[in-house]
Structures are given as C-alpha cells and as structure tokens.
C-alpha cells in the first residue's frame, strides 16, 4: 500500500534561511509525487509535482523539489523562505489504477517563520 | 479561469441529521474526488468519479456517498451524521488520466 511520511511535524525558520522538508514514500510502481500547501482555513495550493523526466522540479512561489528513487525521498526546498511562507506543508504520492488517481497525504509539516 | 467550487463553506450539523455538499469542478475537468481532512487523522481519500462513474473508493462507511452529474459536478452525501464527521471536506478536480488535482476552498463540516 501506498505511504508517505514527513518526519517533522513543526519546523521553525528564521525570514531569509533556506528551508528544506523532507518526505519519504512507499509505492510499488513509478510513483507521481506533489508538494501541497495549505493556509489556515484554507483549501491545498499545488507547489510542484513530479510525473517523470527530470528529477529535480521546479513549482511556484520559488520552491524546488528533488525526486530520489534509491532514498525514496521528494524533499522540498527553498533557498529564502518569506514570513508568507508560514503555512503547513503536505507531500502526496499517487499512482493510477484502471484511471483512477487516488492521493495519499503525510501527514503534514507546519512552517512557523521568525521575523 | 475558475477554480475549483465547493458549497456551502461552512456547515453546522445535528447528530443523526443527513448533509450533502457540492462541488464544482475546474470547467472541462471530468475527474472529481472528495477527501477528509480531520486533525487525528490527516486527509483521507473518500472517492473519486470520473464521468459520472465511481472509480475508487477509500476505506470509508457506506454513510459516506457521492455522484457526479453529467456536467461533472459531484455531491457528496453523508448520513446518520456523527459527532466524529465532524471535518475539512475537500473536493478535487483533474482533468482526467494522470494529471494533476486542483482542491477547492473545502466545506467545513461541524456535528453538534
């Protein structure tokens, strides 16, 4: 069955630090990968995702991914993070079945930014 | 071009009351899912309809249904509400194959 875990529930970062979050699957097959964040109260934004091809993905607001298949890792990078960054942070996995795309969710990194 | 649409955002429920709640998909998406979102359980997969016809299913109740219409907008029906459906309802669309999914703003579900 499909998995994904995120390791660090809360990361604190100072305005203006790189910011790295990390995420690991478990998928029998090709995976496809996506970076979700979500505002309180909101719906989830699309980052960035990862179908195939090149392993290192390029999504929205200057945030990066990486896909490394021998690690089973898609962590997420920033190089400056802005206090708008503040939010919480889901990786997803999913596959296709018969047409089907069904995403399973870590369960989420918050992002707190200090000033 | 519009997002992804869901009604009502805000619910308030009495246990044992019935809900439905809507969403409009992404104009010519025709692939549409539901998720749950509690903070015991993160976002859990309901289903997912793609022309009119269930495609896969989580590991839900039979309390928890749905349908898409011809138009592809989809309802979600939730019976016999308990206290534990209380949640963030999340509606989805792609376009269809393996492509990605767009969620709307939710509909925030409160049983009482």
Redesign the interface.
């Known amino acids: 069955a499909q998995s994904v875990t995120q390791p660090d529930i809360h990361i604190t970062v100072s305005e203006g630090a790189s910011l790295e979050l990390r995420c690991n699957y478990s998928y029998g097959a090709t995976p496809y990968l996506f970076w979700y964040v979500q505002s309180p109260g909101q719906g989830l934004q699309l980052l960035l995702k990862y179908f195939s091809g090149d392993t290192l993905v390029q999504g929205i607001k200057g945030f990066e991914a990486e896909f490394k298949r021998s690690q089973s890792s898609f962590n997420l990078r920033k190089p400056s993070v802005h206090w708008s960054d503040a939010a919480e942070y889901f990786c997803a996995v999913g596959g296709s079945f018969s047409g089907a795309q069904k995403l399973v969710f870590g369960q989420g990194t918050r992002l707190t930014i200090n000033p | 071009k519009a997002g ?1 649409t ?1 009604t009502p955002r805000y619910l308030i429920k009495t246990r044992g009351q019935q809900v439905t709640l809507s969403c409009s998909p992404i104009s010519g998406h025709r ?1 549409v ?1 539901w ?1 749950q979102q509690t903070p015991g359980q ?2 859990q ?1 309901l289903f ?1 309809y ?1 022309s009119e016809t269930q ?2 299913k ?1 590991n839900f109740p039979g309390r928890f249904s749905g349908r898409q219409f011809s138009n592809s907008r989809s309802e979600m029906n939730v019976s016999t509400l308990e206290l534990g459906d209380s949640a963030l309802y ?1 509606c ?1 669309s ?1 376009l ?3 492509t ?7 509909t ?1 579900l409160t049983v009482v």
């Open positions: 992804v869901q692939s899912s998720y993160g976002l997969f997912e793609f495609r896969n989580g999340l989805a792609r269809g194959g393996n990605e999914a767009f969620f709307g703003q939710g925030r």
